[in-house]
């Protein structure tokens, strides 16, 4: 609802458990915010997959019923947000499907970049497709295969495909975990007693009582089985190119991720942020939720203390009917409220994880304003975001992207703050061990670790991204009287108004 980079999705697996579609549902609750779309559940008995797929959120995607239904020792889930392919219940994950190798269900996390040129050979070969997501060519590749065995069939067809994936996979007597060599998104490994935990986030582990062991490395593949946990590495070896963002924004700060504390990366980002720009305030203030950690370590650095200026109504949720247009220019005000007691006559530092279209800063901005602030100051956690992600995450087109078209100097006087800074590139890479080499910073830079062809991009529908773009304003419009858009708090509404009932939308294989 906020104007960010949406989250991509949330894949987590589980042998060697009883209670193990209890146990997905719970890891899948952990996950919500990796994806809201749909939500779905595949377990087996070591005889055969039963699964349960729903559109919308966890909670409104499996009953009781439902989940007494999957019985079994193993499991894997989905929880999706569509980054390819439209948001239907068809699409929703794992895919589930029998083969000449048997039955496999599949989830997904990240964008196959020869999507389209694989799955126009298919097609030519016979193929019928099910889904329009990226994800469901892996099973035609493996269904296709000739290898003499289960785990060989799904390495001939992972390694056919390019982009970023981090796979949870699943036999009716094995799980799997595979990750692509870049190591685009995360996927991290744990025990449960003597069951073996696979799973995007370790909040997801937290939540189940399990232990992160650790990542399933880049380019691994890892099957928990019968015999135990084996480890294999059957793709060619590539540049590592974690995604960074997952440390700005994505990941919630309580889990692991790549190795390392999403909290402690995040408030060292702060704590960056305010040696390099500092400025002389009387508050620090973050802008909930996501800039809460960058405000602690900006606040602890710069010994300006931190409040919490603003309030989030934490139950804005999907139903939020769209108000009419003559009464909806509380734009932002739904979701957030300023305390004014906390920003009367104060110079405030306003502390964000990122800007992506500059809507909704501008929209704070006035409020704080509005609410008594002497002096705004905008100091963003992040490097301008000047480029679309290919690689799971979905971003609006480039020319959308406020610091892809604009000066700071634009980007402070469209938000009408005093000032904005920004981490520069060497503070984000420089705040995470190892980050220039192992991490993808393409939204900052432009240069990609996996290069696309467009025909391709067009497939995946992100081409709009990069073609020439529509008419568009070359600057941003200015506000309405109030100062609220209404625009872009009323296209989130619609948008998230199309999603259906969840409960009538739920199948059960
Ligand atoms: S382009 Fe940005 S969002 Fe996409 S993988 Fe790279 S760092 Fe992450």
């Known amino acids: 609802m906020f104007d960010k980079f949406r989250d991509e999705c949330g894949v987590f697996g589980i042998f060697g458990h009883p209670e193990s579609a209890n146990l997905t549902y719970l890891g899948l609750y952990a996950l919500q915010h990796r994806g809201q779309e749909s939500a779905g559940i595949a377990a ?41 392919g439209e948001s239907r219940l068809a699409n929703a994950q794992p895919i589930v499907i029998d083969s000449a190798h048997g039955q496999l269900a599949l989830g997904h996390n990240g964008n196959l970049i020869n999507a389209g040129e694989v799955h126009d050979a298919l097609v030519r070969e016979g193929a019928i497709f099910q889904t329009s997501t990226d994800s469901e060519i ?11 065995n289960v785990e060989s069939a799904i390495v001939e067809a992972i ?31 744990g025990r449960l007693g003597d069951a073996w ?5 370790t909040c997801a582990m937290d939540l189940i009582g399990a232990t992160y062991v650790r990542d399933v490395e880049p380019g691994e593949m890892v099957v928990a089985s019968a015999t135990g946990l084996r480890s294999v590495k059957p793709f ?26 999403v909290n402690e990366v995040r408030t060292e980002f702060g704590r960056r942020l305010a040696r390099e720009s500092g400025v002389p305030a009387d508050v620090v203030v973050p802008i909930p939720d996501s800039g809460v950690c960058a405000a602690v370590g900006f606040a602890e650095q710069s010994g300006i203390p931190m409040r919490m200026g603003l309030i989030r109504n934490h139950y804005v949720g999907r139903t939020f009917i769209q108000p009419q247009q003559s009464i909806r220019h509380f734009g932002v005000r739904v979701k957030l409220n300023p305390v004014k007691s906390i920003l009367n006559g104060k110079r405030v530092v306003l502390v964000d994880d990122s800007i992506v279209r500059g809507t909704t800063s501008r929209k704070i901005v ?12 905008m100091r963003i956690s992040c490097p301008p975001t000047i480029s679309p992600c290919f690689y799971g995450v979905d971003t609006p087109r480039r020319s959308e992207l406020i610091a892809a078209t604009h000066t700071l100097d634009e980007i402070r006087s469209y938000l009408n703050a005093d000032s904005v800074a920004y981490l520069s590139l060497d503070g984000l890479t420089e705040s995470v061990p190892s980050g220039k080499s192992r991490y993808c910073t393409s939204c900052y830079t432009g240069v990609y670790p996996v290069a696309f062809p ?16 529509p008419a568009t ?8 009287m109030d100062g609220f858009d209404g625009d872009e708090s009323g296209s989130a509404l619609s948008s998230l108004a199309g999603v259906g009932s969840s409960r009538d939308g739920r199948r059960t294989d």
């Open 44 to 84: 087996a008995d070591g005889t055969r997959i039963r699964t349960s797929r729903a559109m919308g959120y966890v909670n409104d995607a499996f009953s009781s019923d439902t989940l007494a239904g999957l019985t079994g020792h193993l499991a894997v889930g989905h929880v999706r947000y569509s980054t390819a």
């Open 138 to 148: 892996v099973v035609h590749l493996f269904a296709r295969s000739k290898a003499d």
């Open 159 to 189: 390694g056919q495909v390019r982009g970023a994936y981090s796979f949870v996979l699943m036999t009716k007597d094995r799980i799997i975990g595979v990750r692509d060599p870049h190591g685009f998104r995360p996927l991290a490994l």
């Open 197 to 201: 935990v696979i799973c995007s986030e």
């Open 236 to 261: 060619p070896p590539a540049k590592h190119s974690q995604c960074i963002f997952e440390h700005v924004y994505f990941s919630r700060p309580d889990s692991y991720v790549f190795g390392e504390s």
């Open 366 to 377: 006035r409020m704080v304003r509005s609410a008594g602030a002497r002096e705004v100051h």
């Open 454 to 469: 467009r025909d391709e991009a067009a497939y995946l529908q992100l081409a709009l991204k990069l073609n020439p773009e």
């Open 473 to 480: 304003p070359s600057t941003p419009q200015p506000a309405t």
